[in-house]
């Protein structure tokens, strides 16, 4: 066996034992009883609720994926989910903001036992199509594809915390994370309605296989079997109430923690949070649990308004750039961690702004509620500055998910035939019954109710980036 196949093996049969090592020491330390009460304790438990809220909304999430979902919808661990056709309003319409731009592939990632490789294959110089990763701590950790390396084909290693083999012959990159279990997207761009058998053999040429497996060597010991908590509202799991300790804890036990955060972990203690250890809600007393709800509603309530005022609305759009990224984005402070929160709740798992620029109107351009009684125009003096392409698509305001319409359309997009003026402007009609024929074309659909429109402006130009662009905005009629 050649040094560096025994160095990497080596690394792998030592990963179970510093992981339980780990979690057994901070759990230890965490089985003191709570104190504390009053505003003392009330403080806290708002801190820690701001902190743990993302995780909260990632771990409800994951269950529902894995083992709640209907089978069509289910998302397996260490192997491809392809779907092969895009979200409507009655098929994996529970994300809020679900993308219907590209077709998916998805994964859960469980790299306890051991890393995974995972090859993505060679794309058409014409296509558009990314990779991007997300820890439980709703990091963003990982964005690549057309934009960052172009359309050849890659070879990457994903490695859980701790692991520090070589880097084998033939993989491209090598990324280690803080969680052993990450959310995995393959996103290809649809260029049309002829387009969904290529990109149905484009997905079947993604290949993911463990460390062991690509090395041709023996298999480690598989690791144990996960006994998941289950939230009571997985699809939405806030958690807002002192039970949430239980379920942080139960988050953190697949994390590492971050240097960063370890006096933050030893401070949370005091009110029984620690990666793995129980917690009994049961045995606070009248007055703490009262300051605990106080405190946790509070911090519920800054995301909440955060949410409703994600910036200040240029001609109806927000589009803040500060919400997705890394750790160093959205982590280390009581503003990010308000940040990272506001994410979960307003579109989890979204890539980095670099990658793609969300913008959301739910006013039009005189300030007013959009509302599918009335009829609005979309008008474009240019397209919207991108190297990728765009869409906008329509939502349901109160949920922010897709909403029927007789039309089977929820969307526009650059890559569907549209009426262009001879100058290059554009002009959209946003309302409920058809325009025309002369103008169905630029026909973006909504419901009779309130709604939103959502556009996402993919391979962004800096003008998007740095906040010049102003967006047209929609105007009544």
């Known amino acids: 066996m050649n040094r560096r196949r025994r160095g990497l093996l080596m690394a792998l049969a030592a990963l179970p034992a510093m992981r339980v090592q780990a979690q057994q020491e901070i759990t230890m330390a965490s089985t003191q009883k709570i104190t504390l009460d009053g505003d003392a304790l009330q403080a806290l438990a708002a801190e820690a609720y701001l902190y743990a809220y993302p995780l ?5 999430f994951m269950v ?38 590209t077709v998916y592939s998805s994964s859960w990632l469980d790299l306890r036992a051991e890393p995974l490789v995972f090859e993505s294959p060679g794309f058409e110089p014409h296509r558009f199509q990314n990779i991007q990763m997300e820890d439980l701590y709703t990091h963003n950790v990982l964005n690549r594809g057309t934009r960052t390396h172009g359309n050849a084909a890659r070879r990457y290693l994903f490695a859980g915390p701790g692991w520090s083999g070589e880097t084998p012959a033939g993989v491209d990159e090598v990324l280690v994370f803080e969680t052993w279990l990450l959310k995995f997207f393959m996103r290809i761009a649809i260029e049309g309605p002829d387009d969904f058998e290529a990109l149905h053999k484009l997905q079947d040429q993604y290949s993911l296989q463990p460390l062991s497996s690509y090395l041709d060597q023996a298999a480690p010991k598989p690791a144990p079997k996960i006994d998941w908590l289950q939230p009571d509202a997985p699809r939405w799991f806030e958690c807002a109430r002192p039970e949430f300790v239980r379920y942080l804890n139960f988050v953190l036990g697949l994390c590492t923690i971050h240097p960063s955060e370890r006096a933050l972990m030893q401070r949370y203690a005091a009110i029984g949070i620690a990666p793995g250890a129980d917690f009994d809600a049961s045995a606070l007393s009248e007055s703490q649990r009262a300051a605990m709800q106080a405190g946790i509603d509070a911090s519920r309530a800054r995301v ?3 949410v409703a005022h994600l910036d200040d609305p240029t001609n109806g759009w927000v589009y803040p750039l500060d919400l997705r990224g890394p750790r160093s984005l959205v982590a280390g402070s009581d503003d990010a961690f308000l940040r990272r929160a506001t994410l979960a709740n307003y579109a989890i798992w979204g890539p980095e702004s670099a ?11 005189d300030g007013h509620t959009l509302d599918g009684n009335n009829r609005y125009v979309l008008h ?6 991108v190297k990728g392409f765009w869409s906008y698509t329509i939502y349901d305001a109160r949920t922010r998910l897709l909403v029927d319409h007789p039309s089977g359309r929820y969307k526009l997009s650059d890559r569907m035939p549209m009426r262009y003026g001879p100058d290059g402007s554009l002009t959209l009609y946003v309302q409920n019954e058809s325009p025309g024929s002369a103008h169905e074309t630029n026909w973006l659909p909504v419901p009779k109710q309130p709604f939103h429109v959502v556009a996402r402006l993919y391979w962004p130009q800096a003008e998007l980036l740095d906040g010049r662009y102003k967006p047209p905005g929609l105007r009544k009629l």
């Open 304 to 306: 909440h308004a955060r």
């Open 380 to 385: 474009f003096d240019r397209p919207p500055p």
């Open 56 to 60: 909260l909304m990632a771990y409800g």
């Open 355 to 365: 990658e793609v620029v969300y913008m959301s109107a739910a006013l039009d351009a």
């Open 64 to 101: 529902q994926q894995l083992e709640l979902a209907p089978e069509a919808e289910r998302q397996p661990v260490n192997r491809f989910k392809h779907f092969r056709s895009v979200a409507t309003p009655t098929f994996n319409n529970y994300i809020p903001w679900v993308g219907t731009d």
